[in-house]
């Protein structure tokens, strides 16, 4: 089973600052990653997939990189509606698996 | 609109049995594979189960390997969970998701399993 490990998990960050998670794959998945994020009491959305291609609706201040073993997501300028549970997943193989999760905060 | 609503969440013994449905709208259900996730309160989320297309192929994680299975009805527009020998560890939210790389998910369905 590919283990995924989040970092940090919880990040505490101010409005308008810039803020990078990172997801690391306990071996290489290509490009086949998820970024969801997920606002308590609510379903995850999801931000982007194939590690770095935003999904539709999702605004240019997120954006993915990575590949193989190492990704992170990056969110530009923090804005209120934020503040939420960032989760990526591998899809790359069976079984399908999740890191932790990075709580963003704020500051 | 793509929905997914899933329903059969409830408060069950240990040891018992639960079955969760989906209805799926706004899509061709058929032409899409299906996954179960699930997440414990306060947790962070575990994907549990996928079904192909067809129905005819399916995958689990270890930790319900033997006591889930999963199905689907294209004819109903309908995905399924049957849940048996459940343990505490079981409860959580159940989403029911559709498989592709546009992130539709259901508003989950809570199972509690407690004596």
């Known amino acids: 089973e590919i283990v995924m490990t989040q970092s940090p998990a919880t990040l505490s960050v101010s409005p308008g600052e810039r803020a990078t998670l990172s997801c690391r794959a306990s071996?290489?998945?290509?490009?086949?990653l998820f970024w969801y994020q997920q606002i308590p009491g609510q379903s995850p959305r999801l931000l982007i997939y194939?590690?770095?291609t935003r999904a539709t609706g999702i605004p240019a201040r997120f954006s993915g990189s990575g590949s193989g073993t190492e990704f992170s997501l990056t969110i530009s300028s923090l804005q209120s509606e934020d503040f939420a549970v960032y989760h990526c997943?591998?899809?790359?193989?069976?079984?399908?698996?999740f890191g932790q999760g990075t709580k963003v905060d704020i500051k | 609109e793509v929905l997914l609503v899933e329903s059969g969440g409830g408060l069950v013994q240990p040891g018992g049995s639960l079955r969760l449905s989906c209805a799926a709208s706004?899509?061709?259900?058929?032409?899409?594979?299906m996954h179960w996730v699930r997440q414990a309160p306060g947790k962070g989320l575990e994907w549990t189960s996928y079904?192909?297309?067809?129905?005819?192929?399916?995958y689990y994680a270890d930790s319900v390997k033997g006591r889930f299975t999963i199905s689907r009805d294209n004819a109903k527009n309908s995905l399924n969970l049957q849940m048996n020998s459940l343990r505490a560890d079981d409860t959580a939210v159940y989403f029911c998701?559709?498989?592709?790389?546009?992130?539709?998910w259901g508003q989950g369905t809570l199972v509690i399993v407690s004596s």
């Open positions: 998701v559709r498989g592709g790389t546009e992130g539709h």
């Open positions: 706004g899509f061709s259900f058929r032409s899409f594979g």
């Open positions: 079904v192909t297309e067809s129905g005819s192929t399916t």
């Open positions: 071996q290489s998945i290509g490009t086949k």
């Open positions: 194939d590690a770095s």
């Open positions: 997943q591998q899809y790359n193989d069976w079984p399908r698996t």
